[in-house]
DNA sequence: TCTGGGGTCCTAGGACCC
DNA sequence: TCTGGGGTCCTAGGACCC
């Protein structure tokens, strides 16, 4: 039987977060801001409209956010992250055959229910924006490629207004096909959309036409399966259950330059903190850390950059093990005379932590350690987040500038709005 | 003055082994 | 002059995504 998938996609995402407990925010222009208050990572209609674009730094418009009063703040991950469960709680409602692709997307599978989709789909809309106050739109195609063709179609009004699109119509597949370009194609990237206009192609449904052979020629395998894909035939399945993750990555790019190796040790540990707390939250223990450090690319002056892998014997979760690690793996590429401008810590082999290899000689030490952790843990997760932190991470020369962050309206006791009544 | 962070997958090439 | 063939594993780099 053929399959019937729902891309379901948040609206502006961070932005409609922040909405949510701002009604004032309606029908005016708002960004969010990467990290560092660097870059806009998500802009309301009214933004997109005065032409900011995605990833536009917010010194090249200043101008512009002062003139027409852009409402831009930081972002606050620990709002978004706790809105994306709700509104995916509120999916499962429809289906338990779901697959959460991203902190705004996930595809359900609704193969099977028969009836109107459109309606389906106009009621899955209703019910996430009544539950949550955040709008969505939905694409309805057979296959992955394909709905989330239909979910663009759907956000760009292609066919409709109304919010929701079914893709699996051949004339409606037809029309947005031949009214997509190439490159807004889920897994088209610039560099392949430069290689299929050598081959004359432009748009989706040029893709669809290309022979898949010729396609694995240009794009490799992955190109192949979008072309099957836009054919309408699966290659690629629903994971319904989230793999196990492969890495994990603490990264930051500094408030200021850093310059001084005692700020750049401070990061290095900060970032180890987390990265164990992360690594802890899902029960995996890191068999290698790598750090990497460098100048900003886009400053004058005299740039280096550098990374170093160490492995880590036996395979840890413990905080002081991976600040050691992180530590001493800096130290080893740290080089004076230069402005650091960002610098990380990442995890690149994880395993579950029941397979960890005991080590027989150490096993005391780390039942203490571990009990530690778990000390650890629960105290910054009851009392908050950072209530208890490593001495090695507290200086403040290297953190990162959010000025304009949001309170954590859902997450934090003392943000939570208050009516009155 | 000011330019994000965290992931995945695929491929080519080198090291190593029999 | 002339030096096999086939496998696995690992890593770095490219490309893409949100």
């Known amino acids: 039987m053929a399959r019937t998938l729902a891309l379901v996609d948040c609206n502006n995402f961070y932005v409609s977060c922040e ?7 309606e029908g005016v222009p708002v960004g969010v801001l990467s990290n560092n208050d660097g870059c806009f990572v998500a802009r309301s209609a009214e933004l997109k409209a005065l032409g900011v674009r995605m990833g536009q730094p917010l010194f090249e418009v200043r101008d512009l956010v002062r003139h027409h009063h852009v409402r831009v703040f930081s972002s606050n991950y620990a709002l978004y992250g706790d809105m994306s469960a709700r509104v995916t709680d509120c999916l499962r409602g429809f289906t338990p055959a779901l697959e959460i692709y ?78 997509v370009p190439v490159e ?12 299929l206009s050598l081959l004359g192609v432009r748009t989706a449904a040029d893709l669809r036409n290309l022979d898949p052979r010729l396609a694995r020629q240009a794009l490799t395998v992955v190109g192949e399966r979008i072309v099957y894909e836009l054919q ?13 993750r492969k ?16 700020p750049m040790r401070e990061a290095v540990a900060a970032y180890a903190t987390r990265a164990a707390e992360k690594l802890r939250a899902e029960r995996l223990a890191a068999e290698a850390l790598q750090v990497f450090m460098h100048t900003s690319p886009f400053r004058p002056g005299p ?15 413990d905080t002081f093990a991976l600040i050691a690690a992180a530590a001493a793996a800096a130290r080893r590429i740290w080089r004076d005379g230069y402005a650091f401008s960002k ?6 082999g994880l395993v579950p932590l029941e397979r960890v290899q005991p080590d027989l000689l150490a096993a005391a030490d780390r039942q203490r350690g571990t009990r530690l952790m778990k000390a650890l843990d629960a105290i910054n997760s009851t009392m908050g987040k ?25 997450t934090r006791l003392a943000d939570v709005p208050v009516v009155q009544a």
């Open 19 to 25: 909405r949510v407990f701002r009604p004032d925010l």
């Open 102 to 179: 991203s902190i705004d997307e996930s595809f359900l599978d609704l193969t099977g229910i028969g009836g109107d989709l459109s309606g389906y789909g106009a009621e899955i809309r209703q019910t996430v924006k009544r539950w949550t106050g955040i709008p969505v739109c939905v694409g309805i195609g057979p296959t992955k490629v394909l709905a989330k063709l239909s979910n663009h179609a759907a956000k760009k009004a292609l066919l409709d207004d109304r919010g929701v699109c079914d893709l699996r119509d051949a004339d409606a597949r037809e029309h947005v096909l031949r009214a």
């Open 184 to 195: 807004e194609v889920w897994g088209i990237g610039r560099r392949s959309a430069e290689k």
């Open 232 to 244: 309408g035939v699966a290659c690629l399945s629903l994971d319904l259950v989230p793999p196990s």
């Open 247 to 262: 890495t994990i990555a603490v990264t930051r790019s500094f408030g200021q330059p850093v310059t001084d190796w005692e």
């Open 303 to 317: 740039t280096y950059s550098n990374a170093v892998t160490v492995e880590l014997r036996p395979a840890t979760d």
């Open 343 to 348: 610098a990380g810590v990442i995890l690149p």
């Open 386 to 410: 950072d209530t208890l932190v490593p001495a090695a991470t507290m200086g403040r020369a290297w953190r990162m500038r959010q000025e304009q962050r949001s309170p954590s309206y859902t």
